[in-house]
């Protein structure tokens, strides 16, 4: 039985405008993502202002399409428009974020992060049933490549020149050789421009996400180096010797289902 209360009407307008604005990003963010996936992004700031025809010529896609995206990606703030030309154009503050993947602001990605996460959401009554979540990879394999994206810039540009020469010492041993492992190596970037340049060191990357590894494969093979595997720790643990010289993992630990036995194990394979 439904118990009627008394409710103040302006809270409840102000409340069905916070849901909204909720419902609308969501929206939104579905919409931003074929921006992205499509290159529209960077194809207008090659190109912009541009109207929709123009776009239309230089994609190949359906102007009335694109007509309805470029108006909508100006009214959430993504393109600015010119009224006059009925042209559309991004400021060089937006392209720095939607379209340059090696600038530390680039966050384009996570409109693909989010747009992976819609087909594991059937699957999701049940996991509050039983307390049993799902694999990363069965969030599908946009998951993997958002992050990819999302994460890109640190590990090509700060890991190496950066953050390594400032841990004591292990700069040196990774020049003269050392065994090395990343822990939730995802697509591989961060172990491959380590292996990269620490050429007398061996590498391997560990991660149990099909999609991340199968990233990581093609990443490794437009490399060109071979220091360095990828594995799934599921059949092929890390070693519990204590032989490694030096164990890394980025942004993973507290994504994991069992951080403490992670820890451990790592703990197990570095050298006294």
């Known amino acids: 039985m439904i118990v009627r209360r008394e409710v103040d009407r302006k809270k409840v307008e102000q409340f069905v405008k916070h849901a909204s604005d909720q419902v609308a990003a969501g929206f939104n963010c579905s919409v931003s993502y074929l921006g992205d996936q499509l290159g529209l992004y960077k194809i207008i ?24 995206w470029l108006r909508h990606q100006a009214c959430v703030g993504h393109l600015e428009y010119q009224t006059d030309s009925d042209a559309f154009y991004l400021t060089p503050e937006a392209a720095v974020v939607l379209c340059d993947d090696d600038n530390p602001m680039f966050f384009a990605s996570g409109f693909a992060a989010i747009a992976s996460t819609h087909a594991s959401l ?21 998951c993997a490549c958002g992050i990819e994206r999302l994460n890109n810039y640190f590990p090509r540009n700060e890991l190496v020149p950066n953050l390594i020469p400032q841990l004591d010492g292990i700069e040196e041993i990774l020049r003269q050789g050392a065994k090395v492992a990343d822990v939730g190596c995802g697509s591989g970037i961060a172990v491959i421009e380590m292996a990269k340049a620490f050429p007398n060191s061996s590498f391997v990357g560990y991660d149990n996400s099909k999609h991340a590894l199968e990233r990581a494969s093609h990443n490794l093979v437009e490399s060109d180096i071979h220091n360095l595997s990828f594995v799934d720790p599921t059949h092929f643990p890390l070693p519990n010797d204590h032989s490694m010289d030096f164990i890394t993992t980025f942004d993973v630990i507290h994504d994991t289902p069992y951080p403490a036995e992670m820890i451990e194990a790592i703990y197990g394979s570095l050298k006294p």
């Open 45 to 68: 700031d090659k190109e912009g202002p541009v109207t929709s025809e123009q776009l239309a010529v230089s994609t190949g896609l359906h102007e009335r399409w694109l007509r309805e």
């Open 122 to 142: 059937p699957k999701m009554p049940d996991v509050f049933r039983t307390g049993l979540g799902l694999s990363y990879d069965e969030h599908g394999e946009g």
